[in-house]
Nanobody, 124 residues
Framework: QLQFVQSGGGLVQPGGSLRLSCAGPGFPFDYYAIGWFRQAPGKEREGVSCISSIGGFTNYADSVKGRFTVSKDDAQYTSWLQIDNLKPEDTAVYFC?????????????????WGRGTQVTVSS
């Protein structure tokens, strides 16, 4: 079930940065964990990060630790994924989703409400 409007993707050179947004006006962000996932062509959807409902816990996949930063503002009904030092292997469609818990496993099955995705392409 789609709920969110995503933006911020684009074409960037390696080493560049992007800030992805996930907006859901009226959606109760304060009751849900927000997860971020990505899917590259021919590959399965991969969890990259999540933030707990109260924002006190965040989790990152090993492949993005130190480069990605997740945040959210419940009053603005928005979550962001700041992506720095982009690499070609980060090229994918990035999705945000809301679920009951931000877990260490970053499983897509734990999330019920999804955005349509935004394309990130890293190329020189």
């Amino acid at each position: 079930q789609l709920q969110f409007v995503q933006s911020g993707g684009g074409l960037v050179q390696p080493g560049g940065s992007l800030r992805l947004s996930c907006a859901g006006p009226g959606f109760p962000f304060d009751y849900y964990a927000i997860g971020w996932f990505r899917q590259a062509p021919g590959k399965e959807r991969e969890g990259v990060s999540c933030i707990s409902s109260i924002g006190g816990f965040t989790n990152y996949a090993d492949s993005v630790k130190g480069r990605f930063t997740v945040s959210k503002d419940d009053a603005q009904y928005t979550s962001w994924l700041q992506i720095d030092n982009l690499k070609p292997e980060d090229t994918a469609v990035y999705f945000c989703a809301a679920g009951a818990v931000c877990s260490m496993n970053l499983r897509a099955d734990d999330y019920d409400y999804w955005g349509r995705g935004t394309q990130v392409t890293v190329s020189s």
